[in-house]
């Protein structure tokens, strides 16, 4: 079973940067992260859960949301077994527990880690 662990959140001013970490482990035989697609979704208290941003198997295809496209990036490093996202200029509504998934290529997103919270305030 896929596990994945993220990091990096905590308390942070408006207008500072933040990365995220998402460590992958436990792939089945033969698999390895590179087999993945990974994402980042946020929920805000009070609010549905919103994807952030999405990543391809080897990295050279990425999606975001609007409202962080340009202050968001999201990348990895397949020898790691790692994604991360980094946060730029953060606002109070950025504000959220950040999940990290993966979806094997043809699957969803059925792989999720626990969440990592980010709370910007000054």
């Known amino acids: 079973q896929v596990q994945l662990v993220e990091s990096g959140g905590g308390l942070v001013e408006p207008g500072s940067s933040v990365t995220l970490s998402c460590v992958a482990s436990?792939?089945?035989?033969?698999?390895?992260?590179?087999?993945?697609?990974a994402a980042w979704f946020r929920q805000s208290p009070g609010k549905q859960q919103e994807f952030v941003a999405e990543?391809?198997?080897?990295?050279?295809?990425?999606t975001y949301q609007a409202s962080v496209k340009d202050r968001f990036t999201v990348s990895r490093d397949n020898d790691k077994n790692t994604a991360y996202l980094q946060m730029n200029n953060l606002t109070p509504e950025d504000t959220a527990d950040y999940y990290c998934?993966?979806?094997?290529?043809?699957?969803?997103?059925?792989?999720w880690g626990q969440g990592t919270q980010v709370t910007v305030s000054s």
């Open positions: 998934a993966a979806a094997l290529r043809g699957e969803g997103f059925n792989y």
């Open positions: 436990g792939f089945a035989s033969g698999r390895t992260f590179s087999d993945f697609s």
């Open positions: 990543i391809n198997w080897t990295g050279d295809r990425k």
